[in-house]
């Protein structure tokens, strides 16, 4: 809605741009994305038009590094639930086995995806004496792993080891449901999921019947498979933090994010390349 006679959009991942909505923009040189992710976006559609498509990386790299690890801790020490409970009168005595969670410190961290957001959660684990063990698509030289202190294992290692595992990829079809009902079951019953991904990342309804079942012990999720809705029986369970996607909710993130975009946007409509463009050389080989 209201795209035709543009020539330049500026959306959220919240917007839908796929080739149904470009037919009806036939003068649009530039989506100019306010965000990372773009698995919203039918980047091959835009390109077979000519439209160059941006995105913002990097600004938001430590504001969702930091709130992964938040969600970590909180899943770790319960500190959602220990919240609700507090607020509504449970909280009466001390007892030494009173609301136990579990440690961080010393213990062994598994990122699966070693890009930008990847590579800060695990400076911030390094903090806390973890063990850190890294998957993805390239393994890095021994030099760069000393440096940041990680060690690389296959996924399937990695899920049977780490006792908090944190998913840092994009979501293409690959990586869709990447963590199902079988990579759920190796990992630890003491094991906690971490996902400030994308949603679809994880198998939303695999999740549910693992947590319910005691397969893994927690979780902590500021992405959904099909959000705003969460998958029936998520919301019920004690064992998991919801968070309504705010990896990159700080003031300060927002802003760069949004004058980053607003810059892409304008260097396409001068014909300049942009600065985050994910598909000029696709664009000007086709020239």
Known sequence: EGVEGKVGILCTITDRIDGELLNHAPGLKVIANNG?????????????RGILVTNTPGVLTDATADLTFALLLATARRVAEGDRRTRCGAFSFWAPLHFLGLEVTGKTLGIVGFGRIGKAVAKRAAGFDMKILYTSRSRMDPSQEKDLKV???????????ADFVSLHVPLTPRTRHLIGSRELQSMKPSACLINTARGAVVDEKALVKALREGVIHAAGLDVYENEPALSPGLVELENVVLLPHVGSATVETRTRMA?????????????????????????????
């Open 259 to 287: 004058r980053m975009a607003a810059e892409n946007l304008l260097a396409g409509l001068k014909g300049e390349p942009p600065a985050n463009c994910l598909n000029w050389m696709a664009i000007n080989g086709m020239k």
């Open 36 to 48: 990372v992710g773009f698995d919203h976006i039918d980047i091959e559609a835009a390109t077979r």
């Open 151 to 161: 060690s690389f294992a296959p996924v399937d290692v990695l899920l049977r080891e």
